[in-house]
């Protein structure tokens, strides 16, 4: 399904994750992303992929979900509201008050859906991001 969610945002070239990743990463002593996975007729159709994060400035325990995926065939079902609820209910068993997530900026129907569901777009965030390579040059630079 990230796969399937990827392909949908035309980056599946970006994925470089692998079945062992999800299974070191999610599966070990200290999980650091949990998982929802609905499924119809034995087959998996929709996904939810989250972890906790602290946040210092409300002093709270939140939220983010990182992949949210329903199959075309399964989507204006209801069945992405539902997996943000499930992962709620989660979030709320844990502690967590809060939320959040990034859409992709060409994904005008995920914005819709959010909206739709009560979510509000913070426009003075910006989302940077370093890859291994930006990491090493940090250190080095601070070395």
């Not at 062992?20 to 999980?31: A, K, N, S, V, W």
């Not at 034995?42 to 946040?55: E, M, P, Q």
Request: proline share 1%; aromatic share 10%; hydrophobic share 35%.
């Amino acid at each position: 399904m990230v796969l399937a969610l990827a392909e949908s945002t035309d980056e599946k070239n970006k994925v470089n994750s692998t079945a062992d990743d999800f299974l070191r990463y999610g599966f070990g002593e200290q999980p650091s992303f949990q998982g929802l996975i609905a499924e119809q007729a034995g087959k998996s159709v929709g996904l939810s992929l989250f972890f906790y994060h602290f946040s210092s400035w409300q002093g709270k325990l939140g939220i983010y979900i990182q992949d949210l995926y329903v199959n075309p065939t399964c989507r204006g079902t209801g069945l992405g509201r539902q997996l943000i609820i499930e992962t709620v209910r989660c979030a709320k068993q844990r502690g967590a008050d809060h939320l959040r997530l990034s859409v992709d900026s060409g994904n005008k129907n995920a914005q819709q859906f959010y909206r739709h569901l009560g979510m509000t777009w913070r426009e003075q965030e910006q989302i940077y991001q370093a890859d291994l390579q930006a990491l090493e040059h940090m250190i080095r630079v601070v070395d």
